[in-house]
């Protein structure tokens, strides 16, 4: 297997892993940046352990973690892009449903570097209103 073919069976894993609520972090290497473009609530570059809390506030109001469904794959060299649109429902029965890129990067087989684009719009709606108070502390 090539290494843009491991790299992209990867970050297949951690989606599957995202999807099935079980441990992502060890595919992340420990200097991981989970970039979030924009001037809106989510928006900054997450560490390895911001994104343990921010993924952990948003999944502890939700029934089940987010179902992906991938509609693209494309990997070359060190990166791979996923165009994805995730379903959930929050506790109190509302959808939760988003659409994104993602461009992940790699090294030695580790995620080292996250680009997410989503609903903006949406997204920060529904920060405003579920997460009133914030999803705490980001770099950036």
């Known amino acids: 297997m090539s290494e843009v073919e491991k790299n992209k069976a990867t970050v297949l894993r951690f989606l599957d892993l995202a999807e099935a609520g079980e441990?992502?972090?060890?595919?992340?290497?420990?200097?991981?940046?989970?970039?979030?473009?924009?001037?809106?609530?989510?928006?900054?570059?997450?560490?390895?352990?911001?994104?343990a809390?921010?993924?952990?506030?948003?999944?502890?109001?939700l029934t089940h973690p987010p179902v992906f469904t991938i509609h693209s794959v494309t990997a070359e060299d060190n990166r791979v892009a996923v165009h994805a649109r995730s379903r959930s429902t929050f506790k109190d029965g509302e959808a939760?449903?988003?659409?994104?890129?993602?461009?992940?990067?790699?090294?030695?087989?580790?995620?080292?570097?996250?680009?997410?684009?989503?609903d903006t719009d949406y997204m920060s709606r529904?920060?405003?209103?579920?997460?009133?108070?914030?999803l705490g502390q980001r770099a950036g």
């Open 23 to 51: 441990d992502i972090f060890p595919l992340l290497s420990e200097e991981v940046e989970w970039f979030v473009p924009g001037s809106w609530e989510l928006a900054g570059t997450y560490r390895k352990d911001e994104l």
């Open 53 to 61: 809390d921010v993924f952990g506030l948003v999944l502890s109001d």
């Open 96 to 118: 939760f449903e988003s659409t994104y890129h993602f461009l992940f990067h790699l090294d030695s087989g580790k995620i080292t570097r996250v680009f997410e684009y989503n």
């Open 126 to 134: 529904l920060v405003k209103r579920r997460f009133p108070k914030g």
